[in-house]
Structures are given as C-alpha cells and as structure tokens.
C-alpha cells in the first residue's frame, strides 16, 4: 500500500501512533521538510510545543523562518511564533476603522490582507467576521487610471565577467626559461607595451567559421584582459590547399568580429629560418631523412618499429636533405623527420615528419621553395619566433603537446606554453573544413557564403552581427570539457538582439489580394519603428483601396475554430480597420478578395464581445498596401542537417534537410525597407512583424530586392 505524505512525516520525525489532526499533520510535514539542521537536535522539543500549545500552521512557519538565522532557546522560539500573543475584538475593530477612515478609496476585498498583516497571531475565522461586519455597508467609488501600454525594451542576455570567462587559463608559463632567453623574451614584452603574447593562427585553406570565433574571442579576448596583445599569423605551410581568396577572407572576418591584430604574419615569412635549424638538428643527430612511402611510415609508427634509415649517419641525412631542398627528388620519395621515440605512447612522438616534397608555388612565397615543413614542426617553433606567452589551442592538439614541446626544449631558445581549451561543436551542422569543402564544391551549397553554411561570411550574409557571435562565445565560455552547443543558442541571443535594436515593419510573404468596394480616400497611418522604443520615431505608412494579407489569415468558408477572415468572419488590421469579406473575384492574375471596410470603434467592440460568446479571442493581422509596397524575393532559411550531430551520422550528405531553403518570389515588402537594397552590404536587419527578423541579401539589387530571414520568432530558449 502506497504510503502518505504525512506517514512518511510520522516516520521521520518518530511520532506516537495516534490520531492527529489535519492542522498538526500540516504542521509536522512542514518541520520534516523545512526544519534547518542546526534545529534538528531540539526536533522533539519542537514537537511538543506545536503539541501543547497547539500551534497554527502560520506559527510554525515563523518558527522555522526564525530558526534558519537564530539557534533555538524556547522563548525566543516562543516569542517569534506569537505563542500567548492575544488580541482583543475590540483592538481589531479600532485598528480597522481608523484605516478605513484614512483610506476611503480602499478596495473592500483587500482589507483582510492589511488586519493580518497587523495582527499576524489572530485567528483567521475571527478577522474574517470582522472584517466583513465592517464593510458591509460600505461603498467605495472607484477611480479608475488608464495607463498607456508599453511593451518594455527587453534585455539582452546575463554575461558572466570576463575575468571569470578568462579564469581557467593559466596566468604564467608553466615552463623554466634559460635565463638569458628569459631576459630578451622579456626586453621584447616590454618594448611591445605588452604582459602577454598571444595569436590567432588559422590555416588559410578554407573560410573562417563559428569555431574559430570562439578561438579568437579565447586569443584575442585573454590577451585584451591582461593587457597583452595578439598576433594574426597565417599558418600557410601547405600550398596546394591554400591561396590569396582565403587569406583575405581571414583578414577581413578578423576585423569584422572587432578584433585587431597588432601584426599580421605568415609562418612562410620564417620558410629560411626553419630550414636553417633543420640542418643544425640534422648535424646534432635531432633529425634525420628517411626513405620510407606514406603507408611505410604509417605501419612502422603504429607497429612502434624503428625505420631503418633512423640511424642514417647525420651527414647523409644532410646531404639528402639538400638534395631535397634543390628538387632532386620526386614527391613522396623521402621525407625529413625528427627523430624523438619511435616507442613512446604518444603516437605523435614517434618521429612525426618535419619536412615534405611539394612541386607546387606557393600563395606567398612562389616557386622558391619544393620542400615544406609540417604543422609539427612549425607551429612550436613560430611560436617561440614571435615570443608567445600562451600558445592556446584546442584540445584536439594536446596530443602534440609532447612534441611541441620536445622541439622547443631542443632547439634553446624561448620556450612558449601550450594550453587547449574544449573546440565549439554546434548543432545541425558541420565545422570540419573537409566537408565544408565538399559542400560548396558539389554545390550542395551556393557557396562558401550561403547563410546555412556556418562561416562567419555566411553568418553575415544571414543577418548576424558581430555582438551576437561574441556574445554567444562568452555565454559558451571557455572550458576543457566537451561542448556540443544547440545552434537555438546563437538564434536567441540574435532574437534578443535584434528585439532591442531592429526597426519593425509589415510584410506579407504569401500575399492574397483585397479589394474594398466601400473606399473613398487613402488613409495615412503613423506606424511605431519599435513599440518598446520611442526614440526610433514612427513612419507613415497607406491604407489604400487595394492591399494583402497572408493567404493564411483567410479561408475561403466559415469560420469555425478559424481566427481570422471567413465568409462569415471579419477581421481587424493591426493599426487599421475592420474587415469584411463580401466574395471572392477571379481573373487571370489570380484571385481577390472583395471586402468592406470600417474605422468604428463601437462595430469593432460589437465584434469582439460576439467573438467572446464564441470563446475566440480577437486578432489583429499584419497587411501591406499595394501602394506602399514592393514585390521582393524572401529567403526562409531552416539548420542545414536534420541530425542534431550529422559528423555521427554515416550517410551525412543524406541527412541535409531538404526544407533548409524556401524561397518566397512574391513576397510584398515595404518601400522604406527595400530602398536598403541599394546598397546590398549594409546588412540591415528589420523585423517583419509576426514573421522574424530578415536582413538585406548581398545579391540584392534597386530592380530585384531580396531579403534573408536571420531567425524566426519565438518566445523562449531552453
């Protein structure tokens, strides 16, 4: 048999098998749920208390609020429950007419709250009777305020500090330096005007995305806190991959997101100066060329096999490595690799590859170079080049920590930190370059660009700013555990932004055609920018003899459960009349409503008080004029995968969402909101009331305006 609340009270608390009444149960089940521990030793005395004295539920309560701040003394306890507090009638009854005397206009139901308040131990029974006794007979004339409604401006989302964003990342490199080094890395510091060194070094073989906005709001937001400053460094060591459209592409997302780069440099600029200490590392027995093909190198790495060429005399290595460097060896013949521990349990460890063959120019440096170094063996070493304090990365390079920082020990020198951070994974789409790249090349997509991507380019053209992506990567915050973030994140820090800051306007998607037989003269109405903002002024807008309504605000029938136009149901204009339908004409540009129209206030409450008897509620529905209107293409735009983590699906093209582009070729637009399509770029977002927030289309031109929705409406992200 299943227990009772208070069954379990009784066995909690121990109490006698006996009758209780419904107050007492109420009251012990407060103390078995409420009590604070430091009262849980005078439980019993507690118990006999509410016993004997027969305590309220209302007694007990106070009790418990005084015992969560006071330790329990009996009439202390006794005290602050109102235990032999008695009042008088005749107390009550003065107390009650004085107030009422003073406040004339008091509303009668709410006199029991202000005696209870003043007499808090009184029975309730008691002040019922009266209070009702004294306001019987009274009348109270009620003045009533109309108070004109304003929706308030909402406010954006609540920010941790920086400071505490920033608090994971260690403040001092781990590492001690030689103390000469030391003393340069720190004269440097110093004639930078800087504490701290950071950079930002993207590979230019694609276009930035919402990843590495959080990686530069990490480099570039640690660095601003402590007074430091950061490099932008093109990691550019694979040519075949890389070119001119990316490199300014980076540069240009960098300075869009706010970020500004003390200087920017390639890890080509240092091509000489790598290969130079490759010949010294060689000569010291620190590296070595070795013969074996890719699928060799990777066997024997995972066999943990010694290469057989890793014990070549240093000046073979080095004079094959020069050979390498003249291009007397074809691609893929033999490779230069550091020689560190082909046993360790470090896979990158096992001598991972310094340089490579290449017979293709290069974005920056041309046709000087064939051979190119690695990510492994450059990166470490650019780092301590540019004297950077905190190399920080994401966790998916901690395996190469090992190696980063073998290299930088060996070499001398100043020796940089390395510290991961948990890479941003979002839902609904892909942020591998790969595939990126295998979307824009199939054309999957329109283009590094196309609004479903998430590029930064493509977060633009769809509408978001720079504050929305920053703010998003300090609500995400910077961790070492796994994050896999709901994109409906993003969107509603977007939705909050753009409530506060975009101008509102109406425009009909889906329009369907109204006629009024009854017109006589153009209306001019002053529509509010922003309800919330007053500041953003009005704009008048025409109510003329011809305008549109969504299709899905009439049915051609009755009513019924329907909550707009009908045969036999008006509707009201938000900001504009009352409609009527009168019959539906067709012609060869499609079909129109006929309907009347009425301004009256009095038809308008006749209206809603039918609508009321009906149990419906009364909606207003946006509309556009003809005049004051044009015909734009809209762009609705849906999560580019139906899979919350398409990179776990194993058909992943399969899973792309096939509604992630509707496009609108008829929508009706406001002419004040198209003129921003003569400048395509300025990216202005509007909100179209009851539809979401839409921007400006980069195609958009003065002939054919088209617009992107950013985000629809909705209330609330959980």
């Not at 993207?202 to 640690?222: C, I, M, R």
């Not at 839902?427 to 591998?432: D, G, P, R, Y």
Request: hydrophobic letters at 35%.
């Amino acid at each position: 048999e299943k227990k009772s609340v208070f069954d379990k009270t009784r066995e909690q608390l121990n109490l006698p098998d006996v009758e209780y009444t419904s107050g007492q149960q109420a009251c012990f089940n407060v103390i078995a749920k409420k009590l604070p521990k430091s009262a849980v030793p005078f439980q019993q005395e507690i118990i006999n208390l509410i016993l004997k004295e027969n305590l309220t539920l209302k007694q007990v309560e106070a009790g418990i609020v005084f015992l969560t701040t006071n330790t329990f003394h009996q009439d202390s306890f006794k005290q602050a429950c109102g235990i032999g507090v008695t009042y008088k009638p005749e107390e009550i009854q003065q107390y009650l007419e004085e107030f009422l005397a003073k406040n004339t206009q008091f509303e009668n139901n709410k006199v029991m709250s202000v005696v209870s308040k003043q007499f808090p131990w009184a029975e309730n029974e008691v002040l019922k009777k009266i209070c009702t006794e004294a306001t019987k007979d009274r009348v109270v004339q009620k003045v009533v305020v109309v108070k004109e409604k304003k929706a308030p401006i909402p406010e954006g989302p609540v920010l941790r500090p920086l400071e505490e964003v920033y608090d994971i990342i260690p403040k001092q490199n781990r590492y001690e330096q030689i103390p000469e080094e030391q003393v340069k890395h720190e004269e440097f510091l110093k004639s930078l005007g800087a504490t701290i060194l950071t950079r930002f070094p993207p590979e230019p073989n694609g276009y930035l995305h919402l990843g590495h906005a959080k990686s530069l709001f990490v480099n570039f937001g640690y660095a601003r806190l402590r007074g430091g400053k950061t490099y932008l460094r093109l990691d550019d060591t694979n040519p075949e991959k890389e070119c001119d459209e990316y490199v300014e592409s980076i540069k240009d997302m960098v300075k869009w997101l706010g970020y500004e780069p003390f200087t920017v440099t390639h890890a080509s600029d240092n091509f000489q100066r790598l290969y130079d200490l490759a010949e010294d590392l060689i000569i010291k027995g620190h590296m070595y060329v070795d013969d074996q093909n890719a699928e060799q190198v990777s066997e024997y790495r995972e066999k943990k096999l010694d290469p057989p060429c890793r014990n070549r005399p240093p000046k073979e290595s080095l004079r094959l490595f020069r050979e390498m460097r003249m291009g007397m060896w074809d691609e893929g013949t033999i490779t230069a690799r550091m020689k560190i521990d082909m046993q360790n349990a470090n896979p990158n460890m096992r001598d991972p590859i310094a340089y490579r063959i290449k017979f293709c120019s290069h974005q920056q440096s041309g046709d000087a170079w064939c051979i190119y170094p690695s990510y492994d063996y450059t990166h470490c070493l650019c780092d301590a080049f540019e004297n950077i304090t905190h190399s920080i990365c994401t966790l998916e390079f901690n395996i190469r920590r090992d190696s980063y920082d073998w290299l930088t020990h060996i070499v001398g020198g100043y020796r940089p930190m390395q510290w991961e951070f948990s890479r941003l994974n979002v839902t609904n789409t892909v942020m591998s370059k790969r595939r990126l790249l295998k979307l824009v090349n199939e054309k999957f997509v329109n283009g590094w660009s196309d609004p479903r991507m998430p590029t930064l380019v493509g977060l633009r053209r769809k509408g978001y700013t720079p504050t929305i992506i920053n703010t998003f990567c300090q609500l995400v915050g910077v961790s070492r555990n796994d994050q896999f973030i709901d994109l409906g994140l993003l969107e509603h820090v977007a939705r909050q932004e753009f409530e506060r800051t975009a101008d509102r306007c109406m425009s009909v998607l889906d329009p369907i055609r109204i006629e009024l037989s009854d017109f006589t003269k153009e209306v001019e109405i002053d529509y509010p920018l922003h309800p919330a903002d007053p500041t953003k002024g009005t704009k008048k807008i025409k109510f003329g003899k011809v305008f549109y309504i969504e299709q899905s605000a009439f049915k051609d029938g009755t009513a019924e459960d329907f909550l707009f136009l009908a045969h036999d149901q008006n509707v009201c204009l938000r900001y504009g009349p009352m409609i009527k339908f009168q019959k539906i004409e067709k012609d060869k540009s499609g079909i129109k409503i006929i309907a009347s129209h009425t301004w009256d206030a009095a038809e308008k409450q006749e209206f809603q008080s039918k609508l009321k008897n009906q149990k419906k509620t009364m909606l207003h529905t946006h509309w556009i004029s003809e005049a004051d209107s044009r015909i734009a293409e809209v762009r609705l735009y849906e999560h580019l995968f139906l899979s919350k983590d398409p990179m776990e699906v194993e058909d992943w093209i399969a899973d792309m969402n096939p509604n992630s582009l509707v496009i609108k070729t008829k929508a009706r637009v406001p002419k004040f909101v198209v003129e921003y399509a003569k400048d395509p770029k300025c990216y202005k977002v509007h909100q179209f009331e009851r539809l979401g927030f839409f921007v400006v289309d980069e195609e958009s031109t003065a002939q054919k305006p088209v617009f992107n929705r950013t985000v629809a409406l909705k209330q609330n992200y959980e």
